[in-house]
């Protein structure tokens, strides 16, 4: 039996509590959920009250007796806890970085004093040992290693929104990419880039546990970055082509991190003039696509016009979320009483329309877990040119380009020419930090199959995009997600939920200089995530770099059998872009 005596603040003196924790029969979330619950009573109960009396009387008895020698030490150790979380203090001019306290024992005979504080974004752990027992610095560390290696950080509701996936097996929540490279680069580099990152993403490092319904991240013990990257002299287009293509539905490795990184120093692609390239994958549950592009950021070269362009996005999303006093009254009360029916209607009527059927020659016993992508480049000007054209911005013009090519996909396959087709249009979060995390949420969209022409759709997708920004409806679309990742981090499984919509829309822009890597130019990036969950047909990535919006398409095998049939789809975006050019 571990005995702890924890001493809790009031506002003066301090009191102490002691509370116990059995040696055996308990895991650390046994543990953790049995100190929990020994701390709720020190506030929820008349307990401290108590504490405070029995510490009242100590008090009197050693002054009355006016040594300690009758007090036996009965406690394992002592800890003692507390937090500061506003921002960095100033003093005499500079900021106030950390401080180090370190407690006598106290009593005699106490072998440990624990403290532990919160400052700065850091938790601080400070040990003070009796050397009889611990005799030097390296005995006490190894208890300060020991508390470390045994740390367990929860997954957060966006990142439960993918833990259900498959990750050993087949699965579906990975994010894929290829940067390719001007010039040449050295698996060496490479190394010592992902070696500095795996300081700076701790998630990069742990696996993910469950016990009962909570999913934790746990700290790989033998996790060696040798097992993360891999180097891949092969030069043939075609061989490498199909390597990549299997990295998405491609097992991680059981009870390892889940990512992955591969250096192709002969990759050479013709049509983006490169001469080498990496390839990369991480599963979801690490990050999103916003976060998946501040990875490749980091692997370049430090540029602050590429850091204040990420800044410049971010910025650019919550601005139109500045209100004034009575904008936010207004957005309380649509909140309370309008948004929670938004919402709902608009998930019913995206998952009310029809997804992509199948042809009636495919093959019914196509694998359904393999997935076919497809991709191209468009010219930015353009659709700069649709967009001064038709007064919408650019991003509406790329929607509507890509709606209009699923809706004639759809018809060509079958479909309900007065049907509506629906789209979950992927964005990240208003306070996504950036970095690598999850902080996206999805917004249904629909449109009409038939009544409208090209500009009509163009217009009514300007509309509903507009809504996102000057209206509360994305924030009970966030809240919408937070019920969802709670419900899923729970159950542990989808089969409750119902095939979603027709396709899914991930779209992102950087309109900064050319990134440098490895001492040469980042010419393209693709990115190819999974189809997310079973029942998703298609996924659509566009991204705008260094004057071209990159197209990718990702297929599954049981709609799109072969890479012509996703093309297809390709072909009719680039025709819908210049129809609406005239």
């Not at 921002?87 to 440990?112: D, W």
């Not at 087709?421 to 249904?444: D, E, M, R, W």
């Not at 393209?524 to 990159?550: D, E, I, M, W």
């Amino acid at each position: 039996m571990v005995r702890t005596l924890d001493t809790t603040p009031r506002k003066f003196p301090l009191f102490a509590v002691p509370l116990f924790t059995p040696m055996a029969g308990q895991n650390r979330f046994q543990r953790l959920g049995q100190i929990s619950k020994q701390l709720n009573q020190l506030f929820y109960t008349p307990l401290p009250i108590g504490m405070l009396l029995f510490m009242y009387m100590s008090g009197l008895l050693l002054c009355i007796f006016g040594h300690m020698k009758n007090p036996r030490n009965g406690f394992t150790y002592i800890h003692t806890n507390f937090a500061y979380f506003g921002e960095p203090m100033k003093m005499f001019g500079n900021i106030f970085e950390r401080v180090v306290i370190a407690p006598g024992l106290q009593l005699k005979g106490n072998p440990l004093f624990v403290m532990t504080y919160s400052y700065h974004g850091k938790l601080c752990l400070q040990l003070v040992g009796d050397r009889k027992i611990f005799p030097d610095e390296e005995s006490l560390m190894r208890v300060a290693n020991y508390w470390k290696n045994g740390f367990y950080a929860p997954l957060t509701v966006d990142d439960c929104l993918h833990v259900n996936d498959d990750f050993y097996g087949k699965p579906r929540c990975t994010i894929c990419g290829v940067i390719y490279l001007k010039g040449s680069h050295s698996f060496e580099d490479l190394v010592i880039k992902l070696e500095g990152l795996t300081d700076k993403y701790p998630r990069s490092t742990h696996t993910i546990s469950r016990w009962m319904y909570i999913y934790f991240w746990k700290k790989c013990e033998d996790f060696k970055i040798s097992d993360h990257i891999s180097l891949n002299e092969e030069s043939d287009p075609e061989k490498l082509s199909k390597i990549l293509n299997s990295l998405t539905n491609k097992s991680f490795p059981a009870g390892k991190p889940l990512w992955e990184f591969i250096s192709l120093p002969n990759y050479a692609h013709a049509e983006y003039g490169t001469s080498s390239a990496v390839a990369m994958r991480v599963h979801h549950t690490v990050g999103d696509t916003l976060g998946f592009m501040s990875v490749v950021r980091d692997l370049g070269e430090k540029d602050p016009a590429s850091d204040k362009q990420v800044e410049k996005l971010l910025k650019a999303i919550r601005k139109k979320m500045n209100l004034n006093f009575w904008k936010k009254v207004s957005y309380l009360f649509q909140l309370i009483f309008i948004t929670p029916a938004q919402v709902t209607y608009c998930w019913f009527n995206a998952l009310s329309a029809q997804g992509i059927p199948r042809n009636s020659n495919q093959n019914p016993n196509c694998d359904s877990d393999e997935t076919i992508n497809a991709s191209t480049l468009i010219d930015l000007t353009l659709l700069k040119r649709i967009s001064k054209k038709t007064g919408v911005n650019v991003t509406s013009v790329v929607h509507a380009g890509v709606a209009g090519a699923v809706r004639r996909t759809v018809l060509d396959k079958g479909g309900d020419p007065k049907g509506d087709i629906s789209v979950i249009y992927a964005l990240p979060k208003l306070n996504h930090p950036g970095t690598l995390s999850n902080n996206a949420f999805g917004v249904p969209l629909v449109t009409p199959m038939s009544g409208e022409g090209r500009f009509q759709r163009l217009a009514r997708i300007s509309y509903e995009l507009d809504q996102l920004f000057y209206t509360p409806l994305p924030i009970g679309m966030m809240i919408q997600f937070v019920t969802l990742g709670l419900v899923l981090g729970t159950l542990g499984q989808m089969k409750f939920m119902p095939t979603t919509c027709t396709y899914i829309h991930s779209n992102g822009a950087y309109f900064g200089e050319t990134m440098k890597m490895f001492g040469t130019s980042l010419e393209r990036a693709v990115f190819a995530p999974g189809l997310q969950r079973a029942g998703n047909p298609l996924l659509v990535v566009t991204a705008s770099y260094h004057g071209k919006l990159g197209l990718q398409l990702v297929g599954d095998r049981k709609v799109f059998p072969d890479e012509e049939s996703l093309m297809r789809v390709v072909n009719y975006v680039e025709d819908e872009f210049e129809s609406m050019d005239g």
